[in-house]
């Protein structure tokens, strides 16, 4: 594997354990796809450095658990923000 490839999954990691991020939030910080996000933190990353892995991969799957609520929340501001211009 590249040594730039293994430092951005390294960096990728570590920038969701500190800052709680989202894929989608990390991969537009990261100028990245979704889908590379999830390649270094699920495969490259687990080869490198396991324990990293694991912790970044919490974070990502409670991320994931709470997806449907913070959807709902946004669906909920955007029909008060229509229904206040009306």
């Known amino acids: ?17 500190e800052h709680n991020t989202t894929v989608r939030q990390t991969a537009k910080q990261f100028g990245i796809s979704k889908s590379t996000v999830h390649k270094d933190v699920a495969e490259r990353l687990t080869l490198i450095n396991p324990l990293l892995a694991a ?26 923000r229509e229904k206040s211009l009306k």
């Open 55 to 80: 912790e970044a991969r919490k974070v990502l799957d409670m991320n994931k658990s709470e997806r449907h609520i913070r959807g709902g929340l946004a669906t909920k501001d955007k029909y008060l």
């Open 1 to 17: 594997m590249k040594e730039y490839i293994e430092k951005r999954a390294i960096d990728i990691a570590y920038y969701i354990i």
